[in-house]
């Protein structure tokens, strides 16, 4: 993986889109690189500390100055502090690994020389359609609305978690709460919208690459005809899956330790926000399941009939003893030994229809599956979470 390719092959899912084009033009990025370190501990604390600084000066951030003071409240502290910077510090993350593997599609040999162009022009599309504005004018639009249009009232669920900034029996926001709704609560929101939009990215470019004729390698020892390098791209999205586990978690934790909330109660809710999230991940790499599907079939009847036409030759000359004239196919070296042939046959019945592993259900699960277990090891022991844990995932 480590061959020369085109540069304008090196396909990014975040440089160059909308955000990255104004961050930039503000000096947020800088014109080399990405700027994670920078951007991260910026919007954590544009998020953050004016919430903090209004509730201290109002004395509405410690217990006993309130009924909900804000450091009972772990899902603000968490969703600005910690998944703010980790959904910015992933994008290095998808940056690295979609300008790696992409052209790995064209320096592996999979994707042919007669269809080097349809791929630089899938490559050219996706490059387009990422920098559109329109997609992020939609994502702004649907942030801004969901600000406006949300009930802030106590009896609702966002009213409940800004009670910390109601003024008294009023009802009305202080600072605070104008800044987590309107400030605070939107940016949150285009961060995870945008990561949402990189995948309908990922998905359509894989779906259009996996359109072509590519050469797939059925006896492939990657057992995914030679797309096994793709198991690496969910990592991508490990601190998306850990960001968003850690902000659900940290909700639920407050319901936990301050409303009694019994958290065996959630495992419902949490079992299919795991399904749904792996889902949503591994998605793109789904897009492969029709060529590689249609490859294996191919092969275990091309391969098949190979395999009978050598075991009948070898039979033929070492059990019956006939003298027949020498086959090709008994002196080809690439086939060589009968158990050589089967081991062929064998490779290609244990591939996979989609380039999916445990290296990509892991990279995926256990970053989501940390916050649940903290979340658990509020009642429940810490051994008995850990023996559960590893025999779910081994």
Known sequence: MNQTVDESLELSLIRDDLPFRLQRRVGLIPEQGLGIVRRAAFFALLTWLPIVVWAVYTKRILPGTVDEPLLRHFGVHVRFLLAVPLLILGEGMMHKLSTTLIPYFLTSGLVQAAQRQDFVKII??????????????????????????????????????????????????????????????????????????????????????????????????????????????????????????????????HEVVYHGANVQSFKGLLTLFLVVLLGICLAPLLTFAVPLATAKRRALLEYGALVGKHGRLVRRRWILGETAADDPVLQAPEIGPVADTLTLYEAIRKMRVVPIGKSSLLAIALPALIPIAALFSIQIPIKDLLTKLVGTLL
């Not at 690496?232 to 850690?246: D, E, G």
């Open 124 to 253: 050219g599309d996706i490059t387009r359609l990422r920098n559109r504005t329109l997609p992020w004018v939609i994502i702004v639009a649907l942030v801004v609305a969901a600000a406006v249009l949300e009930p802030t009232t106590a009896g609702s669920e966002l009213g409940h978690e800004i009670n910390w900034a109601l003024d008294g029996g009023a009802g009305h926001l202080g600072f605070g709460g104008w800044w987590f709704m309107y400030v605070s609560r939107p940016i949150f929101s285009a961060l995870l919208a945008g990561w949402l939009w990189r995948l309908v990215l990922l998905f359509v470019l894989l779906k259009r690459i996996a359109r072509l004729d590519l050469a797939i390698v059925p006896t492939h020892p990657d057992e995914a005809g030679g797309l096994g390098f793709l198991e690496r791209l969910p990592k991508a999205f490990s601190l998306f899956a850990f960001a968003v586990s850690a902000v659900l978690s940290s909700r639920l934790a």
